[in-house]
């Protein structure tokens, strides 16, 4: 098999396609041929040195692939050698070969591609947890969605199109404002030329949002904080602050680590808010709340009501090209690699 190596912690140089043995699937696994598997800002982040989940380099990350079953191992008999489908694996994705769980396979719906399959478990049940479990968002509350044009971004305001009256507050740069009125934010903000906090005040009569979704962090998620309105709901997902450029800079995390709020429980009470973290990649023991969320998902992919977006495409041999449009900030969707 063939698979995007991180050799070493740096910039998109670092990466290297490698070829091994086939993995053989064991008990109760199925191995799954790769024809997409999705690219996230966490895995650019791990390329930098900075996602403490991953795997310390040498190594193979992704977490999402989609693709044709070819083997059984002992015990299976479902899903069948030749099935199409998709699945959530714990790193390993970024190559043409992977062994999973049978139970974790699941089926692509007739007519989707495997470009499209790929794009949405990790974007999709994040976005999903997050607004319905984690925040339960409520018919005509507004939330706003940080990164709005990024794959969580595109997810969550569609899930969102499915809430009566919900209102959704996207920050984007300006270019990409039209595709994000397309997925249904109300309201795009161009983060880089208007303070997004007082665009938000001065377009809600300065009551601010109901939920904040917040994948950047730092000072942005006291930014974030006071926004909320009384029973108002942060969420914590992501520290994409900290990545400002190809490589890793220690100044720029402390930076960013040096504004993170402190949040007093007396002053929650007191102001009736609440904040949350969320981290599907530390949800494995929890896999009912993770195929919970994949089944209502896919219920809505198959009845027409969301529909995963791909920006582009890209082999294994250009990943670096990949990372690099996603540490520019350059995607509307989710980056795929199609080994």
Known sequence: MRAVWITRHGGPEVLEVREAPDPIPGPGEVRIRVRAAGLNFAEVMARQGLYPDAPRPPCVVGYEVAGVVDALGPGVERPAAGARVFALVHFGGHADAICVPAASAISIPEGATFEEAAALPVNYATAWLMLFRTASV??????????????????????????????????????????????????????????????????????????????????????????????????????????????????????????????????????????????????????????????????????????????????????????????????????????
């Open 138 to 339: 409520r018919p005509g509350e507004r939330v706003l969605v940080h990164m709005a044009a990024g794959g969580v971004g595109i997810a969550a305001l569609q899930l969102l199109r499915t809430v009566p009256g919900a209102v959704a507050f996207g920050t984007a740069s300006g270019s990409k404002h039209e595709a994000i009125r397309r997925e249904g934010c109300a309201h795009p903000i161009d983060y880089r030329t208007r303070d997004y906090a007082a665009e938000i005040r001065a377009l809600t009569g300065g009551e601010g949002v109901d939920v904040v979704l917040d994948p950047l962090g730092g000072r942005d998620w006291a930014k974030g904080y006071d926004l909320l309105r009384e029973g108002g709901r942060l969420v914590a997902y992501g520290f994409a602050n900290a990545s400002g450029g190809p490589r890793r800079s220690w100044l720029r995390v402390l930076v960013q680590g040096v504004g993170i709020p402190r949040f007093d429980p007396l002053r929650l009470m007191a102001r009736n808010r609440a904040v949350a973290g969320f981290n599907l990649g530390h949800l494995w023991r929890r896999p009912e709340l993770v195929g919970g969320a994949l089944e209502a998902v896919l219920a809505l992919w198959r009845e027409g009501r969301i529909a995963p977006r791909v920006d582009s495409t890209f082999p294994l041999e250009r990943a670096a090209e990949a990372h690099r449009r996603i540490q520019e900030r350059r995607n509307v969707g989710k980056v795929v690699l199609v080994p």
